[in-house]
């Protein structure tokens, strides 16, 4: 493959691989916040692909003008999830909200497969791409990329320079001491999981914006989301993202190289690399 | 170990579930066990980890699709005779297991159950890739398998007698474990791992152990269940739904007990064998599965074995 | 008085002849995929068995022997996963007394099930499985109604080779058993043809993003794409194809592009073709049956949508059985396996025979597939039937419009 290829591909790499990023920034937020791995995380991007499918066609809404009652939606949802299912866990081995949000799970797909088939489903979404050479980079793929960047600064800057984020924070380092300060915790662990279910929605609806999809396609984007929280470390947004960066980039760079169907054996060993050699993630800000 | 109730009443389980197909030679009941021993056997090996040592392995059906990968292969090209492939298998996985067990047992709670996901996804995309395996169109073993054990109705009974013996073996292990020394030292890493070391108790060298260990009996369990069946493939064989019904069943039970997750993968299959063949609820059994399961982890954590304890806590003594 | 009427009405049915009413019934098991990613297809193809069932039974059932059976089916639900396939089909054999069986939907749980179905010695009708492997260990009982997996692009091939016989072909395909085995015929008959391939790769079936994978097509330089995989693959490969725009010349993908739904990727599905085990446009002469037409009528107006190859597959299936146990005369498993191997007819799917040699006992050997493509009819985007020539009713798309 030509050289020029390669670097096509790479870019178009980096490009998917930051709504990887954005996919895994609510998982690992909730996971830095209060120590539950929320296996929901797929079936909520599935639901928030469905979200832009149903608002698009049903209602003729222009897709990205989804992104706010995606979001909207999405955090009142994680709060009624956080009730359900995660409260009573908060502070007992991570095993049972493992098994608690796994068991949601399990209802949400049962629902959803009863209700609507494993049908898939496309919304063709089209916006002039850029291109160079034999290659397109196509506008949706660019959009995506600079949103999910975009929704990762503002996250940041909510993270760290807002009161609400940094009892978050607080919450997230010592949970004991910001209860002693006087922050209501429970509170806050609703709002830190609602907004992360709310991330994972609009990933979603962003993902819809570049494929189709069907009721189970949450699952490998969860996998994914899995590689890439290990990769920027545990309840590091930016770390997320730059985890998901590294994710596409690594299938860009691999793809020309190797055949394809070696892609999958790779992430997965370089996962299992990275947990082991980086506890703390490649990218971590801090070693732990 | 004989003195103990419980050991009793581990023979009695076996028992029945030698016995009662073979009055009158149940055909049906024989095929719905079948899946039953094979959960029985995944969960209290599981629990050796799980309910021990308190590590979440989410992968365990890693070490039973490659057990049978290897049973299977070794009949087919080589043409091993069933219990050579068998002992191979089991000894090959368990080697397997030791080596990928030193590598990701450093790491502790959640990071270890990502890892053992990391570690049956890898291993299934290795093996499409993987031509002597048949890549990801599997492998088949013709009908002229059955013959060195008499034809296949024959075979399936030897099957379900072996696989019955296998879950007999790994119930007596996990009692055995739970009364040793050895035993008692992955409690106390399930419990605080950290004072474990201080206090002397080689944590590296048990984790490792249980982990080879608890991969054995489920390579067999693989073995013979994919030679029944004549035929593997990667989605088939690695399937962490298996390993997750597993968890479920041990939480259904009861984890850390011998009982619990025998009990709870019998209730577990008859209830999903019932729920899969009723016309009103197979287009819901997921979500009755879902709702059952998060029901038991929100008010019920200790399983069916934590609810009777806490009635009757002297049965604590008694039914372990 | 009561006493006599009751005498009388019970002598009454006793007496009449029993033209309308069926003596027995025959059970006929199966498992389908109500749950999991085989879901869409398995329905479809139960859907078709199901209104055969009907149909049959509101005809007063089937004729053998003097009789008549009605037909019942017992039917679980196997979660689109091998795991229980067996164990479901043993069920299905030794409880619920089942005498004939349908296959699963999908090669690989057909696999499965063929293991049961041949150590119980019971006919298993095939309408969903299309790979080779199965009818080559040495079966006695199936019989596959369906093109097999070998000849599903042959002929795409043929018609690219009409248009463009030094076309360079590209191969990209999901690894899966059934894919691989399209693809490994495909490969043979493209290289006998004299295409220059230029790929060949799959790629794991649950890849989700094609970029790096298109943009490696693009590199190549290929005028021809066959490969995909099943529903979302070969969808999102047709997508980004489009966005990439890569515009190939010709893009034959399986599975995806014969379901309606495909024409919801807008301007991406145009000229995308694929093999058809049948579609309306085709004019078969049944020599028995209801025609093409008339089997799409019924389909309608019981279920309100379009019926696809896979309806048409299950129905046809049962139309097969049906025949062979009237040839047959009887309900007995080796006198219809017998009439089975037998069989040689036409009917509104087209023509079915079976291999009747134990080196692929069961392979369907008649039947062909069709290559339908998506073009434009009055500016929209419709499926029809481009190849063979004979049986077309749009003429061949090529190259497919650039953008």
Redesign the interface.
């Known amino acids: 493959m030509s050289g020029i290829g390669i670097i096509a591909s790479i870019i178009d790499g980096v490009l998917v691989g930051s709504v990887y990023g954005l996919a895994a920034m609510g998982l690992t937020l909730i996971w830095g916040v209060m120590d539950v791995i929320n296996l929901t995380h797929g079936s909520i991007i599935v639901a928030g692909m469905f979200a832009l499918y149903l608002l698009t066609s049903a209602l003729g809404i222009s897709p990205y003008v989804t992104l706010v009652p995606v979001l909207v939606g999405g955090f009142l949802i994680g709060l009624a999830l956080y009730w359900v299912a995660v409260h009573r866990m908060i502070g007992q081995a991570p095993l049972m909200s493992l098994l608690s949000t796994f068991s949601v799970n399990l209802v949400l797909i049962g629902l959803g497969t009863a209700l609507w088939g494993t049908v898939f489903y496309n919304v063709p979404v089209s916006l002039p791409g850029l291109t160079w050479q034999r290659y397109t980079f196509p506008g949706t793929h660019i959009l995506a990329a600079a949103l999910s960047a975009v929704i990762a600064a503002c996250l940041y800057v909510f993270l760290y320079r807002t009161q609400l984020g940094k009892a978050i924070r607080a919450v997230a380092g010592n949970r004991q001491a910001a209860e002693l300060v006087g922050i209501p915790t429970t509170r806050v662990l609703a709002l830190a999981f609602g907004l992360g279910v709310a991330l994972a929605g609009v990933s979603g609806m962003l993902i819809a914006t570049l494929f189709p999809f069907t009721l189970l396609s949450g699952d490998a984007y969860q996998l994914k989301s899995f590689v890439v929280i290990v990769l920027g470390g545990l309840g590091n947004p930016a770390g997320a993202l730059l985890g998901g960066i590294a994710l596409g980039l690594l299938e860009g760079l691999v793809t020309p190289f190797i055949p394809v169907s070696w892609t999958l054996v790779i992430e997965f060993a370089l996962f299992v690399v990275a947990l082991i050699a980086f506890p703390g993630g490649v990218f971590a800000l801090r070693r732990s | 170990m004989l003195r103990r109730l419980s050991f009793w009443i581990i023979t009695l389980f076996i028992a029945v579930f030698a016995i009662a197909p073979a009055i009158g030679g149940n ?2 009941l024989r ?2 066990l ?2 039953a021993t094979v959960y029985v056997t995944l969960a209290t090996n599981l629990n050796i980890m ?1 309910g021990y040592a ?1 590590y ?1 392995n989410f992968g365990s059906i890693v070490f039973f699709g490659l057990g049978g990968y290897f049973c299977v292969y070794l009949m087919g090209a080589p043409g091993w005779p069933l219990p050579v492939a068998l002992f191979a298998a089991g000894t090959a996985v368990s080697a397997l297991a030791l080596v990928f067990g030193l ?2 047992l ?2 502790r ?3 270890f ?3 053992t ?3 049956n ?2 291993v299934q ?2 093996v ?2 993987f031509d002597p395996f048949g ?4 492998l ?1 073993l ?2 002229t398998m059955f013959k060195p054990l008499g034809g ?2 024959e075979a ?1 009974w030897v099957v379900y007698f072996l696989l019955v013996a296998i879950m007999g073996a790994s119930l007596y292990l996990s009692y055995a474990v739970k009364l040793s020394k050895f035993g008692l030292g992955l409690l106390s890493i399930g419990q605080n791992e950290d004072a474990a070391r201080i206090l002397g108790v080689p944590t590296r060298r048990y984790k490792a152990l249980a982990y080879s260990v608890s991969a054995f009996l489920p390579a067999l369990a693989g073995g013979l269940y994919f030679f ?4 593997i ?1 990667p ?2 064989a690695f ?1 962490l ?2 390993s ?1 019904e597993a ?2 069943i041990i ?1 259904l039970g009861g984890q850390g007990t011998i009982i619990g997750p025998a009990l709870g993968a019998y209730l577990y299959e008859e209830l999903r ?1 019932w729920l ?2 009723s016309d009103t609820f ?13 029901l038991i ?2 008010f019920v ?1 200790g399983g069916f074995m934590g609810w009777l304890y806490g009635r009757w806590p002297r049965l604590r003594k008694v039914f372990e | 008085m009561k006493l006599i009427a009751l005498l009388a009405a019970v002598t009454a049915i006793a007496v009449t002849p029993a033209a309308f009413a069926a003596d027995d019934t025959i059970i006929i098991g199966m498992t389908q995929s109500q749950t999991g990613s085989l879901n869409v297809d398995s329905v479809a193809q139960y859907r078709g068995i199901e209104m055969w069932r009907d149909e049959v039974n509101a005809a007063g059932g089937i004729a053998a022997g003097g009789k008549h059976y009605k037909v019942k089916f017992v039917s679980y639900d196997d979660q689109s996963q091998g795991g229980r396939v067996q164990q479901l089909y043993t069920r299905l054999i030794v409880q619920d007394k089942a005498e004939f069986l349908f296959a699963p939907y999908s090669s690989g749980l057909t696999a499965t099930a063929a293991v049961i179905s041949e150590q119980y010695g019971k006919v298993m009708i095939i309408t969903g499985g299309a790979e080779e492997k199965t009818y080559t260990l040495g079966n006695k009982y199936l019989f596959q109604v369906i093109t097999p997996a070998g000849h599903y692009l042959s002929g795409a091939l043929e018609a690219l080779h009409s248009k463009n016989p030094k076309a360079r072909v590209a191969f990209v395909y999901s690894d899966d058993p059934f894919s691989k085995a399209v693809i490994s015929a495909a490969r043979d008959q493209a290289k006998e043809a004299g295409f220059d391939v230029v790929i060949d790769e799959s790629y794991a079936p649950s890849t989700t993003d094609f970029g790096p994978i298109v943009n490696k097509i693009i590199s190549a330089r290929a005028d021809a794409l066959f490969g995909g995989g099943h529903y979302p693959d070969s969808a999102t490969l047709a997508r980004q194809i489009y966005d990439q725009k890569a515009n190939l010349k010709w893009e034959s993908l399986l599975v995806a592009p014969g379901d309606a739904k495909f024409a919801t990727l807008g301007p991406a599905a145009l000229g995308v073709s694929t093999g058809s085990q049948w579609e309306l446009p085709v004019k078969f002469t049944p020599q028995f049956g209801p025609t093409g037409k008339e089997f799409a009528e019924k389909f309608k107006a019981t279920y309100h949508i379009d019926a696809d190859y896979h309806s048409a597959s299950g129905y046809a299936g049962g139309m097969i059985l049906q025949h062979a146990i009237e040839q047959a005369g009887s309900v007995d498993p080796e006198k219809v396996a017998a009439a089975l191997n037998k069989t040689d007819v036409t009917i509104f799917f087209g023509h079915v025979k079976c291999a009747t040699e134990p080196g692929d006992h069961g392979m369907q050997v008649a039947h062909q597939m069709v290559v339908a493509q998506w073009v434009e009819e009055n500016g929209r985007l419709s499926r029809q039937v481009v190849w063979p020539r004979d049986a077309a009713s749009a003429p061949l798309l090529y190259p497919i419009p650039s953008h």
């Open positions: 055909v049906e095929e719905s079948v899946l799980l308190g979440i590598g990701i450093r790491l709670g959640a990071y159950a990502l890892a996901i990391g570690v996804e890898g995309a290795f499409q890739n890549g990801s169109s599997g088949y013709p009908v296949p109705m399936l029944k069946s004549a035929f493939q989605s088939d399937d739904t298996f997750t968890i479920v939480m064998g899969l063949t197979s287009h819901f059994q997921l979500v009755i599965a879902g709702t059952l399961l998060l982890v929100l954590p």
